[in-house]
């Protein structure tokens, strides 16, 4: 399907499932589209329903709502019976990080629940195992996207965008490299371990979600620096 398709409508009957939700049951779908590696997840009571990887390099706009679609309905799931939406928040594509908070926003307004936005970095950092996690990306213009975080998700370091070379010379040596990539950086890495993350970060970001949702109408972006069209824009003035 080529053509966007819009929010599906939510049905009649909230709630007239008996089997729909436990006490204290949560169901969060969850949306990643901050790169070319998009996901989407369905997350029943913290566990992961199943995840799927969207590569769409031209943009989510016609590919998201349908695999969202497509994705509830193999496993039942009705829009008016999801207790939370989430997105990732960035760093990554500008369009890519504004389509899926919008797409969330939109979802969890229309059902009348919360959402959250969810940072790509802890998400990745939520995937390791030491005690200091260390979560990079390309973030092109010869950077990276970075941070730093304990096994407890506190940032020590916040996101930021910097030459690969600087960011890894600043962190302590035995801090857990993170990365979905690895080869740009094996030169500068010079033997270093890296765990290699997913490019489906969905999963995490739903996990997540449970204890960061809140009003749509307030989430916002984590672009850690300016668009290609800001910084061309200051350029010619």
Same mark, same amino acid.
């Given at each position: ?113 919360? &959402? ?22 390309? &973030? ?98």
């Amino acid at each position: 399907m080529n053509s966007h398709t819009p929010i599906p409508p939510l049905p009649d009957g909230r709630g007239s499932d008996p089997n729909d939700f436990g006490s204290g049951s949560t169901r969060i779908v969850a949306i990643d589209t901050t790169s070319e590696f998009g996901s989407i997840a369905l997350i029943h009571d913290g566990e992961v329903v199943e995840e799927t990887l969207l590569h769409s390099p031209d943009g989510f706009g016609h590919v998201l709502f349908p695999s969202l679609a497509q994705l509830m309905e193999r496993h039942g799931w009705r829009f008016d019976q999801v207790t939370g939406f989430a997105a990732g928040a960035g760093p990554g594509s500008f369009t890519g990080v504004r389509v899926g908070l919008a797409a969330v926003k939109g979802l969890a307004e229309t059902a009348g629940v919360q &959402a959250a936005a969810v940072s790509n970095l802890e998400a990745m950092a939520s995937l390791g195992t030491s005690e200091l996690r260390a979560p990079f990306f390309d &973030a092109r213009r010869g950077e990276i996207f970075g941070a730093l975080y304990d096994a407890g998700l506190k940032a020590v370091r916040p996101a930021t965008a910097q030459l690969f070379a600087t960011w890894l010379a600043s962190l302590p040596p035995d801090a857990e490299l993170m990365t979905p990539d690895l080869a740009p950086f094996l030169d500068a890495l010079c033997g270093r371990a890296v765990t290699t993350t997913p490019r489906a970060l969905a999963g995490a970001i739903g996990k997540l979600a449970l204890t960061q949702l809140q009003d749509p109408i307030i989430l916002d972006a984590n672009y850690v620096r300016r668009s290609d069209a800001e910084l061309n824009w200051k350029d010619v003035r």
